[in-house]
């Protein structure tokens, strides 16, 4: 595999310059801004994530003042509360996105977020703690114990919280199939650590965050 040296000297070429390629890439959020964000808004985005998948982004974002009408702001404590009746009368409203899996899923996503909550200060303290060396791991904690989150669906939920995380993106694995470190998108326990033991090298290298070294490497496939 190629080393961190090659991955930005490639970029750089491509851009141009340090200040055209540094303004193009992204930037998590700190631990501290992670736990200040309230459990209500990071099931807001779990919804935000699950509904746009498959669906045009503006559609989804469009109605989604009704969606937090609907479900009560996402407060996970009003959420677990909804039953079927309710989610029947939402099937009906034609201020949102009627899909019944999908609306189901923001209840079990609700449940998962309280039960973090038993065991840590709270979802942000959850996601704020867990190492970003094993981020892999993470996806997959938010797979078993949440609903409608896989895919690209978990990662693609934390770049949205701001957690730092990489995106096995289309662009993403052709680079990294480029590289010899996987010959498909990583699903199986095997490609996945391959290919965060690959980020964490690069991270180790250059001391970027996952979130920017997943970006450059994105810049390298088919150029």
């Not at 340090?18 to 930037?27: D, K, T």
């Not at 009627?98 to 449940?111: E, T, Y």
Request: charged fraction near 20%; charge should be neutral.
């Amino acid at each position: 595999m190629r080393d961190y040296q090659w991955l930005y000297e490639h970029c750089l070429n491509r851009f141009g310059s340090v200040q055209a390629l540094e303004a193009r890439l992204p930037h998590p959020r700190s631990d501290e801004q992670l736990r200040a964000m309230t459990d209500d808004r990071y099931l807001s985005l779990l919804a935000l994530r699950v509904f746009r998948a498959g669906l045009k982004h503006s559609l989804v974002d469009a109605k989604w003042p009704a969606f937090e009408a609907v479900f009560f702001g996402f407060e996970p404590e009003k959420v677990v509360l909804m039953g079927g009746d309710h989610l029947e009368r939402l099937m009906q409203d034609t201020r949102i996105i009627r899909h019944l899996g999908k609306l189901r899923s923001v209840l079990i996503n609700a449940q998962m977020i309280l039960d973090v909550g038993q065991t840590h200060e709270s979802f942000g303290a959850f996601i704020s703690q867990w190492p970003v060396d094993d981020i892999t791991g993470l996806w997959r904690y938010l797979v078993r114990n949440g609903n409608q989150l896989g895919g690209l669906s978990a990662p693609r939920f934390l770049r949205m919280a701001g957690k730092d995380t990489f995106i096995p993106s289309q662009d993403v694995v052709a680079a990294l199939n480029a590289q010899g470190i996987v010959d498909r998108a990583p699903t199986s326990q095997r490609d996945l650590a391959a290919v965060q033991s690959a980020f964490n090298t690069w991270r180790e290298q250059s001391g970027r965050p996952l979130c920017q070294l997943s970006m450059m490497l994105a810049y390298t496939a088919n150029h």
